[in-house]
C-alpha cells in the first residue's frame, strides 16, 4: 500500500496551501490517518488525525488554522493550511499509523 502525499509547495508568511494525501483501495476509508511534520533537525511531530467516522483532532500550534478532512469517494484526506508560518516549514507526511506517505516539502517564508 502505497500513501501519496502532494501540495506542497513554497508560500509567503499568512498564505494558504492544501496537501493532499491519496491511496489506492478501501485504506484510507477504513482507517483513520493523520498528518505528522518534521522540520529541519526536529522530531516528527503531530499535526491532525481523521477517524473513519470523521472525528478530527489537533495539535495545539495548527488549531484554528489548519482543518483535516476527507473526501472518501476519491480516496483522499486534505489538510487545508491557512494564516501560515515560518515555524510551519517541514516535510509533511501522511499515515495510517501502518503506512506512511514519502512526505511533501512546505516552506513559508518570513
Known amino acids: 500500500v502505497q500513501l501519496q502525499a502532494s501540495g506542497g509547495g513554497l508560500v509567503q508568511t499568512g498564505g494558504s496551501l492544501r496537501l493532499s494525501c491519496a491511496a489506492s483501495g478501501r485504506i484510507l476509508r477504513t482507517n483513520a490517518v493523520g498528518w505528522y511534520r518534521q522540520a529541519p533537525g526536529k522530531q516528527r511531530e503531530f499535526v491532525a488525525r481523521i477517524t473513519s467516522g470523521g472525528t478530527t483532532n489537533y495539535a495545539d500550534s495548527v488549531k484554528d488554522r489548519f482543518t483535516i478532512s476527507r473526501d472518501n469517494a476519491k480516496n483522499t484526506v486534505y489538510l487545508q493550511m491557512n494564516s501560515l508560518k515560518p515555524e510551519d516549514t517541514a516535510v509533511y507526511y501522511c499515515?495510517?499509523?501502518?503506512?506512511w506517505g514519502q512526505g511533501t516539502q512546505v516552506t513559508v517564508s518570513s
Open positions: 499515515s495510517t499509523v501502518v503506512y
